[in-house]
C-alpha cells in the first residue's frame, strides 16, 4: 500500500491523478494508508467533512470541490512567500501519524492563512463556478 501511495505522490500533475483519486477515494478512506504530509494536505484538515469530489460540489454550496484544493494552496503559498517554504521544510518526510508535528504546522499555516484568505486571489485552476 506504502508503495502505491509513493508512486502516486510522485506524479507531477494532479490533473492527471485527479480521476483516479476520486475512483479509490472511498476505499483510500478505509484503509487509511499513511501518506506523507504535505502544505495542501496540512492545509486542510480543518475543512475535511466539507471538502467533496467534484461531481458531488454545486455552485454556490458551502463545500469545497477536491479539485480546488491545489489552487487554493498554491495561492496561499505564493502570498506567504518564505515563511510557506519554512511550513514545508518542516513537514519533510512526515506522515499524518506524526500528530504533534501536524498540530505544530497546521497551526502556523491555519493563523497565516486566516491572515491572508481576504486578499487571495485565483485566477485560474479552480472548476468552473467555483467561488472561494
Keep these: 500500500m506504502q508503495q502505491v501511495v509513493a508512486a502516486l505522490e510522485a506524479v507531477p500533475s494532479c490533473a492527471v491523478l485527479d ?5 479509490a477515494h472511498p476505499r483510500l478512506r ?3 494508508p499513511p501518506r506523507p504530509i504535505t502544505f495542501t494536505r496540512i492545509l486542510f484538515p480543518p475543512f475535511d ?6 461531481n458531488e460540489w454545486a455552485p454556490g454550496s458551502a463545500k469545497l ?3 480546488a484544493l491545489l489552487p487554493i494552496s498554491e495561492a496561499l503559498r505564493a502570498a506567504m512567500g518564505p515563511s510557506a517554504e519554512k511550513i514545508s521544510a518542516n513537514l519533510g518526510g512526515r506522515i499524518f501519524f506524526d500528530v504533534l508535528q501536524m498540530d505544530s504546522a497546521g497551526r502556523a499555516l491555519w493563523a497565516k492563512a486566516a491572515q491572508l484568505a ?11 463556478g467555483a467561488q472561494v
Design 19 to 23: 480521476p483516479i483519486i476520486e475512483a
Design 30 to 32: 478505509m484503509l487509511r
Design 49 to 54: 467533512g466539507a471538502v467533496v469530489p467534484l
Design 65 to 67: 470541490p477536491r479539485p
Design 118 to 128: 481576504p486578499t487571495l486571489s485565483f485566477p485560474q485552476g479552480l472548476p468552473d
